[in-house]
């Protein structure tokens, strides 16, 4: 387990003059009403929806993962588990409960990040439901961190995706959000502060909402994996 950040006041961080610490958050906590309920659990390539998105959060340049689980907590839970005791990585993830998830995005955001060690200088925010990030996106997020800038989002076609990686100074103003935008809002107001990073296809975009979209993300992986 991870060692949770004492309740205290997060100091300003620093210019990162080494490697930076980092962690991934998998916001795994809504109910999937659009979809038909369980949408996280839906079958994938053999798997769950979920592993995905774990995939991707382990395969990041990460110490840790923190997978905030709401609806079907402990089911949800258990495929974290699951998928990183395959991997030999239990020790990696933490899971973290979110009571109020019905209360948006903003809810499993800020619990993750409340738990999170108190050293680290930025988190990744990867959405449980989106399965098509592509491979090399969180390094290039990571190396776009520097003093001059926040936080960093991929782009496709000018539009800003997931996963976002947002550094430690912001914390303190997650910690006061509400709804269901998660950081979109904070992350717009940085200006240039904000690193837009050019993603090679539109998997940053795309999230799965109904089965209509999970055949449809189905059907681009099978393409991206190539025959066999």
């Not at 980092?22 to 390539?45: D, S, T, Y």
């Not at 974290?80 to 499993?108: H, K």
Request: aromatic share 4%; hydrophobic share 50%; proline share 8%.
């Amino acid at each position: 387990m991870n060692v949770k950040r004492p309740d205290e006041q997060r100091p300003p961080t620093p210019a990162i003059c080494r490697e930076p610490r980092l962690e991934a958050i998998v916001l795994a906590a809504g109910a999937g009403a659009r979809f038909g309920g369980a949408k996280l659990l839906a079958p994938w390539r053999g798997g769950v929806l979920l592993d995905a998105a774990l995939a991707s959060a382990f395969a990041a340049p990460v110490r840790g993962i923190t997978l905030a689980v709401g609806a079907e907590a402990e089911r949800v839970a258990a495929v974290g588990e699951a998928f990183a005791a395959r991997r030999g990585e239990r020790n990696r993830l933490t899971i973290v409960s979110t009571p109020d998830w019905a209360l948006g995005m903003s809810a499993p955001l800020k619990r993750a990040v409340a738990g999170l060690a108190f050293d680290v200088d930025a988190a990744f925010v990867f959405l449980g439901d989106m399965p098509l990030i592509p491979l090399g996106v969180p390094t290039a997020l990571a190396e776009a961190l520097t003093a001059d800038v926040d936080a960093a989002v991929p782009t496709f076609d000018g539009a800003a995706g997931h996963p976002a990686l947002i550094g430690a100074m912001l914390f303190p103003a997650i910690a006061n959000l509400e709804g269901d935008r998660g950081a979109r809002r904070l992350l717009e107001a940085l200006g240039p502060r904000l690193a837009r990073v050019a993603a090679p296809d539109g998997g940053v975009l795309f999230d799965v909402g109904s089965r209509h979209a999970l055949a449809e993300a189905e059907g681009r992986a099978a393409e991206m994996s190539g025959p066999g």
